[in-house]
């Protein structure tokens, strides 16, 4: 029978809820990935699902305890990610994310896409439901979120993904 | 003569669209740049508006949007693109021009998100990857 081969690698992050975070926890996150799976689709995937919950969590932060945490394994060839953020909420919004985290879940992930894109003209014009259904078809992540009070906790796990895919 | 457009990121201004009104009822929009504010919708969706205005305006035929050299563009970029294609597909009684988008396959936001368009407003937007340099 032949061992198990199980790698395991993680980060948290403490950050302030500004803007100009995004795009460096973005960037880190594809060289964290790359250098872990070789899997540059992947690693664009997982990327653009952690630089969207960072995004929600720095636009509804009322205050400035943000967390970011990335825990990847690698078991037998195939990678699993699962990220989270962490931050506190204004009440409307703690109401609100649990519901769109449900309709998100509903249908396949491309259903679930296009709802929330063909949703786009009813929105305000700086809505950000689109991220969340994003993460799911895009990121090919499953979502759920955790509230404790104004705490909100929102968790994407990916499916398990074949590592060290060449680019085309 | 060509205008360009331009958007706030998170680092600047990092976000540029070249528009290049051509003969033959053919527009041309060069973009290149990143778009990851949080609230880019704000400004990115008012500013493709008023292009489809000019676009309904001008008569023309088709506008050809090339987003392969564009890095990255959030979930709120985004949606202001697709309120340009859904008022594209849906106002004025139907689409007046087409758009022609053009994305980079190599890129997975633009090879899934990009081309899953062509379902939101079959009529007036098609997809096609870039040609790769000889």
Known sequence: MTPEISTTASME??????ERCLRHVRLSIVSFIMVMTENRDLASRVAMSAAELVENAVKYATS???????VAKIVDGAAVVRLETENDARAEMVDSVQ???????????????LRFVRAVPEQSINASQLGLARIRFEGQMDLQAEIQGQRVRLIANSVPTRTHIEAA | MSSQLSFQGTTGRDFKATVTPGGEGVWRIDCHGTIDQTDASTSVQPVL????EELVQSGINRVEVDLAAVEYMN???????????????????????????VYDPKKTWQAVSL???EKVAPRAVKVRAMREAA
């Open chain 1, 13 to 18: 992050v403490h950050f302030s809820a500004e």
């Open chain 1, 64 to 70: 400035p305890k943000v967390v970011f945490r990335l």
């Open chain 1, 99 to 113: 519901r769109i985290v449900e309709d998100v879940g509903r249908g396949d992930g491309m259903d679930a896409y």
């Open chain 2, 49 to 52: 508006m008023q292009l489809h």
């Open chain 2, 75 to 101: 979930s709120s970029g985004l949606k202001g693109f697709i309120a340009w294609f859904l008022a594209a597909e849906y106002s004025n009684g139907g689409p007046r021009y087409a758009i022609e988008l």
């Open chain 2, 115 to 117: 081309t899953v368009m």
